[in-house]
């Protein structure tokens, strides 16, 4: 049987280019709920994500997933293809790029500043450091991080 990480790796392959545009694949997710297995395909363009469109990728999808040789599913799954929604996942570069200036949650390999968990502004990013403005306390810090030190990072809603 093929870990998580492989079937999210061989979906993103086989998906990669293949949805129209302004469609955007934000990432893949392989879990289990209850007692079902569901492949999860977030995707997202511009304007955001109506029914309609989850529907009409749906039917792109679904056979895209029948044509991975060999099967990477384990055995019966349900596909859902959904919006990333307001807490958007940022893994790759060109997502942390897009984000400069939104408000992020980053959670770290290792610690840096003594912390493994910010929540800031994203001020920049070159590619391999991640700059964040962030509030400790009552004071306004900022903080460089290595792109290879984070583990996980996403939008956050700022209340």
């Known amino acids: ?20 545009a ?5 990432d893949v ?7 079902d297995q569901v492949l999860s395909v977030l995707i997202d363009k511009p304007d955001g994500i109506t029914l309609q469109d989850t529907a009409d990728l749906t039917e792109i999808i679904s056979p895209e997933l029948d044509k991975i040789v060999p099967d990477p ?8 293809v959904a919006s990333p929604g307001a807490e958007r996942p940022l893994k ?17 390999y290792q610690k ?8 800031g502004d994203l001020t920049a990013f070159d590619g391999e450091i991640v700059s964040l403005s962030y509030l400790d306390k009552t004071r306004q810090k900022t ?3 290595a792109f290879s030190n984070i583990a996980k990072a996403r939008t956050q809603v700022k209340l």
């Open 22 to 26: 302004p469609f955007e694949l934000v």
């Open 29 to 35: 997710e392989w879990s289990k709920l209850g007692g």
């Open 143 to 145: 903080v460089d991080i």
């Open 73 to 80: 599913f384990p055995s019966e799954y349900l596909l859902e």
């Open 92 to 108: 790759k570069a060109a997502d942390f790029e897009a984000h400069i200036g939104d408000y992020i949650f980053v959670k770290l």
């Open 112 to 119: 840096v500043a003594g912390e493994k968990e910010f929540v």
């Open 1 to 20: 049987m093929l870990s998580d990480d492989t079937i999210i790796e061989k979906v993103s392959a086989q998906l990669d280019g293949k949805l129209p």
